[in-house]
């Protein structure tokens, strides 16, 4: 199973960027996916999962209003589409998932996914 997350770059406040997460070995529309996010010098946090089932999302708070997450199963990839970018925003976002088709009360816990990408760099700066 390998997960592949692209579509990171540099944008100014304010602007918007689309995440992309396809996969080799899995289909994604089968499972919750998650992503995830770690700043410099900062702890891993989940940002956003969406179930399999019936692609409900979840996001933090910091987020809501400004990321969306949504799948293509014709591509086997998940996006997150991130909107009104702000500097807090910047950090290396993973991809994860962990065999099961719901996100779960504990969505945002690193330790319930199996699977990970490489990460894309976010930067939000002027």
């Known amino acids: 199973v390998q997960l592949q997350a692209s579509g990171g770059g540099l944008v100014q406040p304010g602007g918007s960027l689309r995440l992309s997460c396809g996969a080799s070995g899995i289909v994604l529309d089968y499972y919750a996916i998650g992503w995830f996010r770690q700043a410099p010098g900062k702890e891993r946090e989940g940002v956003s999962c969406i179930n399999a089932s019936d692609g409900g999302t979840y996001y933090i708070d910091s987020v809501k209003g400004r990321f969306t997450f949504s799948r293509d199963n014709t591509k086997n990839t998940v996006y997150l589409q991130m909107n009104n970018l702000k500097p807090e925003d910047t950090a290396i976002y993973y991809c994860?998932?962990?065999?099961?088709?719901?996100?779960?009360?504990?969505?945002?816990?690193?330790?319930?996914?199996?699977?990970w990408g490489q990460g894309t760099q976010v930067t939000v700066s002027s």
């Open positions: 994860a998932t962990d065999h099961l088709s719901a996100c779960g009360s504990s969505w945002n816990h690193e330790k319930k996914y199996d699977y």
